[in-house]
């Protein structure tokens, strides 16, 4: 662990956040069942509600979860400096405490990786003693899974709502050239700031942000952190589950379902004692592939919420902003009033 000095560590608190005004009715995180003939309904209403669910009976094998994090254990348990051999991620390699390139930072290392089953990790994973093929394959084996399920809630939905064909939005990250990324992030204990931990101070593993991609397939070990943003302004924590898995809605399924699914805010807290190791995958489109409200869901006199834009504009552009920045932002339609 990089041991920090006092006054540097007092940049990695966060500001206190929003008192919830109504304990007694904040609500549950949707657990949706994915072998019960009634999840469409259920997934629809949850993309709608909160942008953020649970899901279970995934499809995603015990054995390929284990033997991934087990894995990347073993990387993250290295010397600092032999992990930084596979760095400063550009983007793809490993990162230490910052993230991006535009001034936030984070209690967390990560490796992030490309999601392509062709994809080379022999510049990020020599580091290893042992041959770093072992890790592509467990990665390739864990990916091919997580997209598979992300890519049949997304059909799910797309069932729900009556679009068709079925595979509007999953062709995007079943295609050769689809840009999704894959990212392991280990957030490591901080004793120093044990103290600050009782007096209510939170410490930013990752600070508030929404996805850009069309989906984000979160699965975490069995310590807590993960928090979301509430409709009123208020964070909730997200209880650790390991067997389960979370989905995101992304900033663009949100703006192809014209609003109608949320991309929430989530952030990362990070813990005085115990470590967490989380693993996403993100469903991103092709470069080249145009992003705009589906026309079948635009009804009547309603109008389009966001102008029409490629992946790459909307990469390029959300990855020079901050992090809690409104990325959608530049690209909604101003409506005369």
Same mark, same amino acid.
């Given at each position: ?166 595979? @509007? ?5 079943? +295609?050769? &050239?689809?840009? =999704? /990324?894959? *990212?392991? %992030? ?17 410490? @930013? ?5 929404? +996805?850009? &991609?069309?989906? =984000? /397939?979160? *699965?975490? %070990? ?29 900033? =663009? ?34 470069? =080249? ?49």
């Amino acid at each position: 662990m990089v041991a920090l000095s006092k006054p540097s560590i007092e940049q990695f608190f966060m500001k206190p956040s929003k008192p919830n005004t109504n304990p007694l009715i904040f609500p549950t995180i949707p657990l949706i069942d994915l072998s019960k003939p009634e999840s469409k309904q259920h997934l629809v209403k949850a993309c709608q509600d909160f942008g953020f669910f649970k899901v279970v009976n995934h499809g995603v094998p015990t054995k390929f979860i284990k033997k991934l994090e087990s894995e990347a254990l073993k990387f993250f348990s290295s010397p600092l400096s032999t992990k930084e051999k596979a760095g400063p991620p550009d983007p793809f390699g490993y990162g230490n405490k910052r993230i991006g390139r535009n001034g936030d930072v984070g209690w967390v290392e990560y490796l992030l990786l490309n999601a392509k089953p062709e994809s080379d990790y022999q510049r990020y994973l020599s580091v290893f003693e042992e041959n770093p093929e072992i890790f592509q394959g467990v990665v390739n084996d864990y990916v091919t899974a997580v997209k598979k399920m992300a890519c049949e809630i997304l059909e799910l939905l797309a069932d729900e709502m009556k679009l068709q064909p079925r595979n @509007v939005f999953s062709k995007l990250l079943m +295609d050769e &050239q689809s840009d =999704s /990324v894959f *990212r392991v %992030n280990h957030y490591l204990p901080c004793p120093e700031f044990q103290e600050n931990e009782r007096n209510g101070r939170k410490l @930013v593993g990752f600070g508030e942000h929404t +996805d850009p &991609q069309i989906i =984000s /397939v979160l *699965r975490s %070990n069995n310590t807590s952190g993960l928090e979301i943003s509430l409709r009123d302004g208020s964070w909730m924590s997200v209880p650790a589950d390991s067997d389960s898995f979370f989905i995101n809605v992304g900033d =663009s399924l949100q703006v192809m379902t014209n609003g109608r699914f949320k991309s929430v805010k989530h952030r990362v807290v990070a813990n005085s004692t115990k470590s967490r190791v989380s693993m996403i995958y993100f469903g991103g489109p092709p470069l =080249s592939e145009k992003i705009a409200p589906l026309p079948s869901l635009i009804q009547g006199e309603e109008d389009s919420l966001y102008k029409e834009f490629t992946w790459f504009e909307y990469k390029k552009s959300a990855f020079n902003t901050r992090l809690a920045d409104n990325r959608l932002g530049l690209f909604e339609k101003i409506t005369a009033t």
